[in-house]
């Protein structure tokens, strides 16, 4: 049982590790390409289901809306980093 629960925690370890490496690329590609490129279109669907739950819990405030960037993301990110480091701990 121990192997099966540390099986499952390093495929999650790993799964977190692919959607922040796809949030940076989001990121950093959303300056330079345009936005119908195919990278940043799989960037966007990878990451997009992930930040929805965040983008819909803060769209409740709207001092939020005038901040040009764009918190929700940077909240998902901080989440999903914070969750990879706290993951291994547990197992």
Known sequence: MHVF???????????????EI???LRAILSFFVDQESVL???CIAVTEPVILPFRAMLSRFESLERIPFDIPFLVTYVALAILGGVLPAVT
């Open 5 to 19: 629960a540390l099986l499952i925690s390093r495929t999650v370890i790993a799964a977190l590790g692919i959607i």
């Open 22 to 24: 796809c949030m940076l």
């Open 40 to 42: 940043l279109t799989f």
